[in-house]
T-cell receptor
């Protein structure tokens, strides 16, 4: 299974942009890059995904390196409600085994 | 509203007892998954099912069993063979979006405590 590497924790000030990095040097050509986040005592929720091009949605932006060996989740204005554990995972297009790492715990400082 | 329902939310069990956690989805998703999460840790895959009447072991299947008799349902049994079953259990289902990617939707989780 292709693996991802994320920092254990990050801090951000409220209303400032946050860039959450993810390294995935063994990514295969068919792997999508997915981001999920988990608030305390809740199930994870989908944030965004992409394959090669940068992606934007109402929650966040995903910037993918040209060689696809790394990506960055961008929260444009962090709020206290964005404090969560963010998981970067890889997955192919089929219903395959989907594994999660330990993620990055984001703390947002008022 | 469509979604995934896990029950019970909290469950207490005595050592040596089997317990079954329910997971039902009305999203018409093909695939379903069970994960375990220990305090301060990430999610570990127990079992997953891509289609009715078929399922595969994940990374930590020992001491667990599942069935997939209906598309909507994927119950997990925690058997007495599981040495340390106290954990937060999460069920998910997935569909392939318009882009072809496999996107997961999670339930709210079931917290199992062994006394």
């Amino acid at each position: 299974d292709a693996k991802t590497t994320q920092p254990n924790s990050m801090e951000s000030n409220e209303e400032e942009p946050v860039h959450l990095p993810c390294n995935h040097s063994t990514i295969s050509g068919t792997d999508y890059i997915h981001w999920y986040r988990q608030l305390p005592s809740q199930g994870p929720e989908y944030v965004i995904h992409g394959l090669t091009s940068n992606v934007n949605n109402r929650m966040a932006s995903l910037a993918i390196a040209e060689d696809r060996k790394s990506s960055t989740l961008i929260l444009h204005r962090a709020t206290l409600r964005d404090a969560a554990v963010y998981y970067c995972i890889l997955g192919g297009g089929g219903y395959q085994k989907v594994t999660f790492g330990t993620g990055t715990k984001l703390q947002v400082i008022p | 509203d469509g979604g995934i329902t896990q029950s019970p939310k909290y469950l207490f069990r005595k050592e040596g007892q089997n317990v079954t956690l329910s997971c039902e989805q009305n999203l018409n998703h093909d695939a379903m998954y069970w994960y375990r999460q220990d305090p301060g840790q990430g999610l570990r895959l127990i079992y997953y099912s891509q289609i009715v009447n078929d399922f595969q072991k994940g990374d930590i299947a020992e001491g667990y069993s599942v069935s997939r008799e209906k598309k909507e349902s994927f119950p997990l049994t925690v058997t007495s063979a599981q040495k340390n079953p106290t954990a937060f259990y999460l069920c998910a289902s997935s569909f392939r979006g318009s882009s072809g990617a496999n996107v997961l939707t999670f339930g709210a989780g079931s917290r199992l405590t062994v006394l």
